[in-house]
T-cell receptor, first 117, second 109 residues
Framework: NAGVTQTPKFQVLKTGQSMTLQCAQDMNHEYMSWYRQDPGMGLRLIHYSVGAGITDQGEVPNGYNVSRSTTEDFPLRLLSAAPSQTSVYFC????????????????FGNGTRLTVT | GESVGLHLPTLSVQEGDNSIINCAYSNSASDYFIWYKQESGKGPQFIIDIRSNMDKRQGQRVTVLLNKTVKHLSLQIAATQPGDSAVYFCAENQGKLIFGQGTELSVKP
C-alpha cells in the first residue's frame, strides 16, 4: 500500500504566491489532517476533516484553506504565501473519525518542505 | 497549562545498548499516549501507544512505561541498532493530540 502520499516534496515560493499541497491516502481513512512542523516546536494542527464534505480548523488555520471532496484527497491551499509559512507540512490520516485513538493511530506522509522568500 | 515535553533533546548510545527516552506530560485527563519515530526527511512513524489505564505495554524491541503519579512516559528500546537513529517524540490525547518536540537518538557503531 502507498499509504499517505504528499506532493510535491519540495517547493519554493515568493511572498504573495499561492499554491496547493496535495495529499492522498489509499487506506479508506475517514479522518485526514494537515500539520506543520517547525524547529523547536511540536507538530501543530492546521486543518482537519472527519469525512468527505466536512472540514474544520485546527490550532493554526490562518492563511490556509482546505476542502475534502473525496475520501482519498485532502489538499491544502496557501492563499498568499508569507515567509512565516516556511515550514515542513505533513498530511496525516486515521481510520478513526477522531484524530487518533488507541490502536488506530495517525499515519503520516513524508512531508512537503516549503520555503517562502 | 497543557504541555508534552522531553527531558533531553539528544541521546547518544552505543549499538547494542538499551535506550530510554523520556517524556513529561501535564494533563492528567489525557486518555492515551503515543510514541512516534521520525527519520531524517521522512514523516513520523507510529511506534507504540498506551492507554491511561495501563502501566506498561510491550512491542517488538520497544516498551512504553506510563507513570501517572508523576505524569511521566518513557520509551525503552532494547538492543539499539543504527537503524534506530531518529527523532522520537511522544504525543498525548486530550480530545486533540498534543505533540512533544522530540529527542534525537544517535546510535554509535
Amino acid at each position: 500500500n502507498a499509504g499517505v502520499t504528499q506532493t510535491p516534496k519540495f517547493q519554493v515560493l515568493k511572498t504573495g504566491q499561492s499554491m496547493t499541497l496535495q495529499c492522498a491516502q489509499d487506506m479508506n481513512h475517514e479522518y485526514m489532517s494537515w500539520y506543520r512542523q517547525d524547529p523547536g516546536m511540536g507538530l501543530r494542527l492546521i486543518h482537519y476533516s472527519v469525512g468527505a464534505g466536512i472540514t474544520d480548523q485546527g490550532e493554526v488555520p490562518n492563511g490556509y484553506n482546505v476542502s475534502r471532496s473525496t475520501t482519498e484527497d485532502f489538499p491544502l491551499r496557501l492563499l498568499s504565501a508569507a515567509p512565516s509559512q516556511t515550514s515542513v507540512y505533513f498530511c496525516a490520516s486515521s481510520y478513526s473519525r477522531t484524530a487518533s485513538s488507541y490502536n488506530s493511530p495517525l499515519h503520516f506522509g513524508n512531508g512537503t518542505r516549503l520555503t517562502v522568500t | 497549562g497543557e504541555s508534552v515535553g522531553l527531558h533531553l533533546p539528544t541521546l547518544s548510545v552505543q549499538e547494542g545498548d538499551n535506550s530510554i527516552i523520556n517524556c513529561a506530560y501535564s494533563n492528567s485527563a489525557s486518555d492515551y499516549f503515543i510514541w512516534y519515530k521520525q527519520e531524517s526527511g521522512k514523516g513520523p512513524q507510529f511506534i507504540i501507544d498506551i492507554r491511561s489505564n495501563m502501566d506498561k505495554r510491550q512491542g517488538q524491541r520497544v516498551t512504553v512505561l506510563l507513570n501517572k503519579t508523576v505524569k511521566h512516559l518513557s520509551l525503552q528500546i532494547a538492543a539499539t541498532q543504527p537503524g534506530d537513529s531518529a527523532v522520537y517524540f511522544c504525543a498525548e490525547n486530550q480530545g486533540k493530540l498534543i505533540f512533544g518536540q522530540g529527542t534525537e537518538l544517535s546510535v554509535k557503531p
